[in-house]
Nanobody
Framework: VQLQAFGGGLVQTGGSLRLSCVAPGRGFNGYNVGWFRQAPGTEREFVATISWHGITTYYADSVKGRFTISRDNAKDMVYLQMNSLKAEDTAVYYC?????????????????WGQGTLVTVSS
């Protein structure tokens, strides 16, 4: 499964961005999808995940209340709405997918990864 993440860009502190993830040709049917991020000099970290049916979501404490993950299975799209952005949200954001029955917050819980999209929050 090939994934593509897009929607990153430059935004001021307090602004919003919506990231999108698509799986061309295959779609996300039956896959849990997660968002992770990696800032320069740091390890990749979990941001949010949504179960294949869209019922279950989990968020990192650092983004809870500001970010919302959602999916539109009819359009085979997964979104990450990011509001009240902070400078510390600056990172390359990656989407990942896996067909495991359980949703994971771990990098190892995802078999398929897309290229990242850069989000830069200026203060």
């Amino acid at each position: 499964v090939q994934l593509q993440a897009f929607g990153g860009g430059l935004v001021q502190t307090g602004g919003s961005l919506r990231l999108s993830c698509v799986a061309p040709g295959r779609g996300f049917n039956g896959y849990n999808v997660g968002w992770f991020r990696q800032a320069p000099g740091t390890e990749r970290e979990f941001v949010a995940t949504i179960s294949w049916h869209g019922i279950t979501t989990y968020y990192a404490d650092s983004v809870k209340g500001r970010f919302t993950i959602s999916r539109d299975n009819a359009k085979d799209m997964v979104y990450l709405q990011m509001n009240s952005l902070k400078a510390e949200d600056t990172a390359v954001y990656y989407c990942a997918a896996d067909d495991s029955r359980s949703t994971s917050t771990r990098l190892t819980g995802y078999r398929y990864w897309g290229q990242g999209t850069l989000v830069t929050v200026s203060s």
